[in-house]
């Protein structure tokens, strides 16, 4: 230990940074129940940490007849639990509503590619994971519009009505717009069908867009 290093940071090296101008918002609706259910007041913020196999919560709440309220919580991780997908990616989530067994959570990324992999295996232990929305923050674009744009050729004549049926129809805004139930009565199909439908979609306009597809 040299004169300058504190006592107790032995060998301290400066930590490592980089630029992160993707994100992402997600809407995923998880395999089973999480100790959130547990909530029955409005969920007005999240904070969640994960430590020592166990998942700890920290939850704002609209207290009945009063002001907010901050409630904590800690369970053992389960393995459908979205969060630690994002933690696998070295993405930390942002869990921006929890409403009736679905997450809407925005992350950071330092690619494209990142956020692919991530919708994969999210897709993998979740029920039903939407790409809502993917942004570059360096150009201020929507990304998936632009591959919208340019690169709808890869889908078939069915994903790619029911894409561009989902886009004009606000789905993919977290403000609101169509659901998904309105939207496969439109198509006179049931909801899983669109479901899987958008699904595809989705993974043919990501994986064109991580490999370079053309952007006007």
């Not at 993998?124 to 929507?142: F, K, M, P, Y």
């Amino acid at each position: 230990m040299t004169d300058a290093e504190p006592s107790g940071c032995v060998n301290r090296r400066p930590p490592v940074s980089e630029e992160r101008t993707i994100q992402a918002v997600l809407e995923i609706r998880r395999g089973g129940p999480c100790s959130l259910d547990a909530f029955a007041d409005d969920i007005r913020a999240v904070d969640v940490r994960f430590h020592g196999g166990k998942c700890h919560c920290e939850v704002t709440v609209d207290a009945c007849g009063g002001g907010p309220v901050t409630k904590h919580c800690s369970s053992r991780i389960c393995n459908y639990c979205p969060g630690i997908v994002f933690s696998a990616h070295e993405c930390i989530p942002r869990f921006d509503r929890c409403t009736d067994g679905s997450f809407v959570i925005r992350t950071f990324a330092p690619d494209t590619a990142t956020i692919a992999d991530l919708v994969d295996d999210l897709r993998a232990s979740c029920r039903h994971v939407r790409l809502v929305r993917l942004t570059d923050g360096d150009g201020d674009a929507n990304l998936l519009e632009d591959v919208l744009e340019v690169d709808v050729s890869v889908l078939t004549g069915k994903q790619r009505a029911a894409f561009e049926r989902a886009v004009e129809a606000d789905y993919y805004e977290p403000t609101g717009g169509k659901t998904l139930v309105e939207l496969a009565e439109e198509f006179d199909i049931s909801k899983s069908a669109l479901s899987q439908r958008l699904s595809r979609a989705e993974a043919k306009l990501m994986r064109q867009l991580v490999d370079g597809g053309g952007r006007c």
